[in-house]
Structure formats: C-alpha cells, structure tokens
C-alpha cells in the first residue's frame, strides 16, 4: 500500500504467570491483555512453543521479550505488542 511507515499499538502490562525460560534472542510471547481495576495486565497462553498455532486463539497481544532476558516472574512489566481487539 506503500506505507513507508506504520502504527504498532504498544503498552507495558503486569505479567500473571510465571515463563521459565532464559531468552537468548529476542522473543515474543503470545498472551491476553486485558485492562481491569489494577491495571493493564497480560496472562500467557497454554503453549507457547513454535509450532502452536493454535495457542494464537484468543490472544490479542505478543509480550516482547529482549535478548539475554532471564525468566519472568509474575509480577514483572513487561513490553506488550497489541494485535487484536481488547
């Protein structure tokens, strides 16, 4: 459409869960962002390895996670990419 640039809706939210993994490169996860009386908050989706799609439904949000980030714990802000409706 020729867009030399565009509009990525982004946020911080709490994170609800807990992801036990390191981060060596950079890595999105995918979650469901919400807005409620405490906040802005994203809780992961079940599966979160690369083939599964399918964890895509219900989602409307990626976390975007840095390289070199140790594991998350709940409780932590992290950065949200919004993809869908809230």
Known sequence: M????????????????????????????????QIDYAGNS???????????????IGCNALIDIPAGTQPL???QVVSVILTGEL
Do not use: C, H, W
Not at 3 to 30: G, H, I
Not at 42 to 55: P, R, Y
């Open 2 to 33: 020729g867009l030399k640039e565009y509009f990525v809706p982004t946020t911080k939210a709490v994170l609800m869960s807990d992801f036990n993994k390191k981060s060596q490169q950079r890595r999105f996860l995918r979650g469901v962002f």
């Open 42 to 56: 994203v809780i992961l989706a079940d599966s979160q390895s690369n083939g599964a799609l399918k964890s895509m």
């Open 73 to 75: 714990v709940k409780g």
